[in-house]
C-alpha cells in the first residue's frame, strides 16, 4: 500500500509540481470525461491475437486537466486483450485500456471508446483539401477532421460539418481543442460528469462518435455501460484487424481499477 500510495503521488507531482496535494490517489486524478486521443501502436487481429495480449498507444495531443496542467503529447497508454472469438462468417475482439504509464509509473483508468478511425482516416485527416498558392504557408490551409469538422489551419477556428457558422473549437499543432458535442442520430454522448472543460480530439471532430474506415467492424460493446471500460469490437465479415496507426478517441470513466 505504502509503494502504491509512494507511486500514485510521484505521478501527482509530474501532472502539477504546486498542486500535488490536491490530485487523490485514485483514478479520479484523470477527471471524468476527459477524452484520450491515442494512436495504437500495437496491431490487433482476431487471428493472431490472444487472451491477455498486451495493447499499447500513446496519446497525440497534449491532454488538459483542470490548474492549466496537462498530460504529454507521447505519454504510453496501456490496455490488454480480454477475449478473442472466431465464428463462421465473422469474428470479436474484446480489450480495454487501463493505464497511462508516466514515468514508468502506471496511472489506472477506466476508459470507454468513443471513436475508432482506420490507417487512412488518419493520414486523411492531415491534408489540405486545396492545394496551397504562391506566397500562402501550408499550416494554414484548411483541413477536414475524422467526423466532416472544418479546420481553418493551425491556430485557426473549427467549425461544425453542418453549420461553418458554428465555431466548436481551435486547431492548436496537435490537434483540435474545443468542447464535446453530440451528433443527431448516434449514441455518443456531449460533456459528463459535469466536465465542460476544452477536451483533445487531435484529428477527430469534436462530436465523433463510431467507426470510421474500418469496412465491417462495428462497436458491439464501448465500455461505458456495465462491464464498464470493456470494448468490444466484431466484424460482420472475417477476421477483424486493427493495424498499428489505427485512432482512437477513449474518454475516462468513473471507477478505479486499483
Not at 506566397?135 to 472544418?150: F, H, K, M, R, S
Not at 471532430?205 to 465500455?223: E, F, M, P, Q, T
Amino acid at each position: 500500500m505504502v509503494c502504491l500510495l509512494s507511486a500514485v503521488l510521484s505521478i501527482a507531482m509530474f501532472l502539477a509540481p504546486c498542486e500535488a496535494r490536491q490530485i487523490p490517489a485514485s483514478n479520479s486524478a484523470l477527471p471524468p470525461g476527459t477524452i484520450l486521443p491515442v494512436r495504437l501502436d500495437t496491431s490487433l487481429s482476431s487471428g493472431k491475437s490472444r487472451a491477455g495480449d498486451i495493447v499499447k498507444g500513446h496519446l497525440m495531443q497534449a491532454v488538459p486537466l483542470p490548474g492549466e496542467r496537462k498530460i504529454s503529447r507521447g505519454t504510453e497508454v496501456l490496455g490488454k486483450v480480454i477475449a478473442v472469438s472466431i465464428w463462421a462468417g465473422g469474428s470479436e475482439l474484446s480489450l480495454q485500456f487501463d493505464a497511462l504509464k508516466i514515468h514508468q509509473v502506471r496511472l489506472p483508468t477506466v476508459s470507454d471508446l468513443r471513436a475508432i478511425a482506420g490507417f487512412a482516416e488518419v493520414q486523411a485527416a492531415h491534408l489540405p483539401t486545396m492545394s496551397s498558392g504562391e506566397g500562402e504557408v501550408y499550416d494554414w490551409l484548411p483541413t477536414i477532421q475524422i467526423g466532416g469538422e472544418a479546420v481553418y489551419g493551425i491556430g485557426g477556428t473549427v467549425t461544425r460539418w453542418n453549420n461553418p457558422s458554428e465555431v466548436v473549437g481551435r486547431e492548436t499543432p496537435d490537434g483540435l481543442l474545443g468542447q464535446v458535442n453530440t451528433r443527431e442520430g448516434t449514441e455518443c454522448r456531449g460533456s459528463l460528469y459535469g466536465n465542460t472543460a476544452p477536451q483533445a480530439f487531435w484529428v477527430f471532430s469534436s462530436d465523433a462518435c463510431g467507426v470510421y474506415g474500418l469496412a465491417n467492424v462495428r462497436i458491439a460493446h464501448s465500455g461505458r455501460s456495465d462491464p464498464l471500460g470493456l470494448i468490444v469490437l466484431r466484424s460482420s465479415h472475417g477476421k477483424l484487424k486493427l493495424p498499428s496507426g489505427t485512432g482512437l478517441l477513449l474518454r475516462v470513466e468513473k471507477g478505479s481499477q486499483d
